[in-house]
């Protein structure tokens, strides 16, 4: 058999895990004994995979096909399902709001640092006297004190760390609600 037969026959496993070995084992070897009867007839592998249609699409139709026949309850199912929603129900009060406040935080914050460290040193170098600028700076706990243009060097790293951090955190949030939607369609039958 071509080697696109078989990828689309893993695929197929792959969609078709939701349900028993056995099952699955027998819907495999119905579709690979239709392909090679289509082989044997010199019909290609692209119509073949042409015929059968997208082995999502297929899979479903078979996954379908055994739900409606299947009156049966199944705890296995509802316990999978019942924990998969009380972690993604936890996920939405904590994991994603915390990770929605912090991305953007960092970020503003890795902006803001230079900013106010580039107004102090404006304001020492030109002996501005601007308000409230001696509260701007890094404090150490009065161990030690920087001269304003050093102040400004060390925001403008801490400040680049920061908004790193923040588009890292923001990435981490969109991978998981990606992974959280992909896991919700997996369920879904």
Do not use: H
Not at 112 to 129: C, E, N, Q, R, T
Not at 177 to 185: H, L, Q, Y
Request: with cysteine; aromatic share 10%.
């Amino acid at each position: 058999m071509e080697k696109v037969l078989n990828e689309y026959l893993e695929k197929m496993e792959k969609y078709l895990r939701p349900i028993a070995v056995s099952e699955r084992v027998d819907i495999i070897k119905e579709i690979k004994s239709e392909m090679q009867e289509l082989q044997s007839n010199d019909i290609p592998a692209e119509q073949i995979i042409e015929r059968l249609g997208n082995p999502k699409d297929l899979a479903k139709a078979y996954l379908g096909d055994l739900l409606s026949k299947e009156s049966r309850f199944s705890w296995n199912r509802f316990l999978v399902v019942c924990a998969f929603y009380s972690l993604v129900g936890f996920s939405g009060m904590v994991v994603i709001p915390s990770l929605a406040i912090i991305a953007p935080t960092f970020i503003i914050c890795g902006i803001m640092s230079p900013v106010l460290a580039a107004v102090k040193m404006i304001d020492y170098i030109f002996a501005l006297g601007i308000p409230y600028v001696e509260n701007i700076g890094i404090f150490l706990g009065g161990i030690v004190t920087f001269n304003p243009i050093v102040e400004f060097i060390i925001s403008l790293v801490i400040g680049v760390l920061l908004c790193w951090t923040g588009r890292g955190v923001w990435k981490l949030l969109v991978l998981y609600c990606k992974k959280i939607g992909k896991t919700v369609s997996n369920l879904s039958i």
